[in-house]
């Protein structure tokens, strides 16, 4: 049990630091003289070729006009502002699309309400860096804003210090980041195949339970050090190794009661091993340091995992070090979207308890109705539950091997 929590660590740990991701950006600049709200909205050419405007558009400039017209929206006090002066295209850098307009406020003491929907629908990990000022020359010093797909909308008013402050409140950071939360674990195949492996391997569901709290444990550590840039992670192996962990754990049910978890260490330990071999002739794929750890996970673990009653006392910690690797799975999506620089705490707690919840209700229906549809079907030749541990070790074996490859 030692060696293998030796391994169990030196897998997660091997992740080399991650290559910086090719983000979906815009930029705005905005000038507010009291009662009008001046907009420079600009983004990559290659970026708005993209928009389902560019078909009915003759320019890039107007499919860019049209988009942005149709998904931006400024209010104040409840009442939408004007747009005083329609958008039109203005000189951009090389291979920029950019455009003005000039929305029309009546107050000039009410703070106004901006709701940027441009490109987020496009792209999920889409970023807009908006500098916002009350000069009219852009040189002068700003506020800059962050809007990103959890959150569009931003409440702007002057301070005392002659500056424009966004004032976004703890919950409603939270509350959007909850729900990108639950709808990440929900419509995340990879973490479901996941939970249903930890039913297959649970037997009771207090065993069950204990296994859901360590992979919980697991991905709430890595997740927060992950977000909060203690530690980086290399993606692709992350990605790569969820794959791994869910073939890992569906095949342990059959190999275990058929004592075949030695030779089988065996033989994916050579395998991983030559593939080592492989990738460095080739100059691609990971590290030598991760082989060497998948190469020493297998042979340790199929030497302790000999039995039913040894797998069982290894289950909770091996479903904690795998909940380790896909909390930096979970980690990847918000570094992707990224987070207000203002309101971490915010964001970080409500997207970790919408993953919690999203979980649940997942989870509880299977623990519940697990046992009946695995095992107390009226037809017992058949062994339901060999049949799904088969398509997932399978599904894990893909989803590593394209993941590594990719």
């Keep these: 049990m030692v060696r293998c929590f030796a391994f169990c660590l030196l897998l997660v740990g091997l992740l080399s630091p991650s290559a910086a991701h090719n983000k979906s950006l815009s930029f705005s600049d905005w000038f507010w003289d009291g009662r009008d709200l001046h907009v420079s909205f600009t983004a990559p050419a290659r970026d708005v070729t993209l928009l389902p405007e560019v078909l009915t558009s003759q320019g890039l400039a107007q499919a860019l006009t049209l988009h942005v017209e149709k998904h931006m929206r400024l209010q104040q006090a409840n009442s939408r502002c004007r747009l005083t002066r329609a958008f039109e295209s203005a000189p951009a850098h090389s ?75 703890f919950g409603e950071n939270f509350s959007s980041h909850f729900w990108l939360g639950v709808e990440h674990i929900v419509t995340g195949f990879d973490h479901l195949a996941f939970v249903f492996c930890l039913l297959l391997i649970g037997g009771t569901r207090k065993q069950t339970l204990l296994l859901i709290t360590g992979f919980t444990l697991g991905h709430s550590i890595t997740l927060a050090l992950a977000v909060l840039g203690i530690v980086s992670t290399n993606s692709q192996a992350v990605e790569a190794l969820i ?21 089988t260490g065996m033989v994916a330990a050579a395998c991983f091993f030559a593939l080592s071999l492989v990738f460095t002739v080739m100059d691609g794929g990971f590290g030598l340091g991760l082989w060497a750890g998948l190469t020493l996970f297998c042979l340790a673990y199929g030497q302790s995992a000999t039995s039913q009653k040894e797998a069982l006392k290894l289950a909770p910690l091996m479903t904690l070090a795998f909940g380790l690797i896909h909390g930096f799975g979970f980690a990847g999506l918000l570094s992707d979207i990224g987070l207000p620089p203002d309101n971490v705490a915010s964001a970080l707690i409500g997207f970790n308890i919408g993953i919690e919840i999203g979980q649940l209700l997942v989870f509880v229906p299977l623990v519940v109705l697990g046992p009946y549809l695995l095992e107390e079907l009226p037809t017992p030749p058949i062994k339901w539950a060999d049949i799904a541990a088969l398509i997932l070790t399978v599904f894990g074996v893909f989803l590593f091997v394209s993941r590594a490859l990719a």
């Design 243 to 263: 794959g791994f962990s869910i073939a890992v754990v569906a095949a342990e049910r059959i190999l275990v009661r058929n004592h075949l978890m030695p030779v």
């Design 95 to 169: 291979d920029y699309v950019r455009v003005t307009a000039r929305y029309g406020c009546f107050d000039e003491s009410t703070p106004i309400e901006i709701h940027n929907h441009a490109f987020f629908n496009l792209a999920r990990s889409h970023v807009h860096f908006a500098r916002l000022s009350l000069h009219e020359n852009p040189e002068l010093e700003g506020t800059e804003i962050l809007f990103t797909t959890t959150q569009r909308m931003h409440r702007i008013a002057p301070n005392a210090n002659g500056m424009i402050a966004s004032s976004m409140t």
